[in-house]
């Protein structure tokens, strides 16, 4: 039940807010949450999807839209924007179900109220071996039209053997 | 429609970083399952508002506690209370044999101190709902080997 998911998550947030005073604090909180549940979740989502290796970035950009936000928010944002290089694209969420119910009040400006988000993306395509730069550039919670993620690609991580072994 | 998983790992998430705070700066263990237990609280009120908007009247409180064993525990855990018993006197004991939340942390004993901070949450779900139906209550939870738990 998404109510379950939203109502926690809000919960969560309104505890940060209370237990660290500036919303930078917060954000990081929510960005290093985000990032061990997106390590987990990448597992379960493998599990249950089995879907292969993605070839490249926009393949991942598909698998992200159509499936894993499918599977676990029940929405399919659209992918756009894409640079020129092929290694930055945006998400377009029209709606946010991590902000039913919520509305931001005016001390918290600097808040990005849904930043587990990019925790658990950055999280997840780092078990696959990706290195990614993750972050909203548009937020319905401050007033524009749709909420928007850029995500961009970094690198590829290579599996380092720990030194003195070969 | 959120996957249960997301919600089982943003709560053990929530488990974890609490005591992680608490750990590195201020704060006794006692603070973090208050929070939890309050955090609960608000999710069940919010909840219980949403579930029962279209229900009839409850007629006294052992309905209102059928009504969560049942619908209650199954919107939120996929399944019912498998034994609910009260003296009838104000205090109701609801037994679930495989608590969702415990399942994947062990199956026996091993843990076992570990595992109220996972129930402080529900707890303070259960006490939620409860009170947004009128009911002031305690509740309190107790585990003698995962994931069964009262």
Known sequence: NSELFTLTYGALVTQLCKDYENDEDVNKQLDKMGYNIGVRLIEDFLARSNVGRCHDFRETADVISKIAFKMYLGITPSITNWSPGGDEFSLILENNPLVDFVELPDNHSSLIYSNLLCGVLRGALEMVQMAVDVKFVQDTLKGDSVTEIRMKFIRRIEDNLPAGEE | ?150
């Open chain 2, 1 to 150: 429609m959120a996957d249960e998983a997301l919600f089982l790992l943003l709560h053990n998430e929530m488990v974890a970083g609490l005591y992680r705070a608490a750990e590195q700066g201020e704060g006794e263990n006692g603070r973090c399952t208050t929070k939890l237990e309050s955090m609960g609280f608000r999710v069940g009120q919010g909840l219980i508002e949403r579930f029962t908007k279209d229900t009839a009247r409850f007629k006294d409180e052992l309905d209102i506690m059928k009504f969560i064993c049942k619908d209650f525990w199954t919107t939120v855990f996929k399944k019912q209370i498998d034994n609910l018993r009260t003296n009838h006197q104000g205090i109701y004991v609801l037994q679930d044999n495989k608590f969702r939340l415990l399942t994947q942390i062990s199956a026996g004993k091993q843990y076992l101190e570990h595992a109220p901070k996972y129930l402080a949450f529900t707890c303070g779900l259960i006490r939620g709902g409860l009170s947004n139906l009128g009911i002031k209550s305690i509740v309190t939870a107790e585990v003698s080997s995962m994931p069964a738990c009262k």
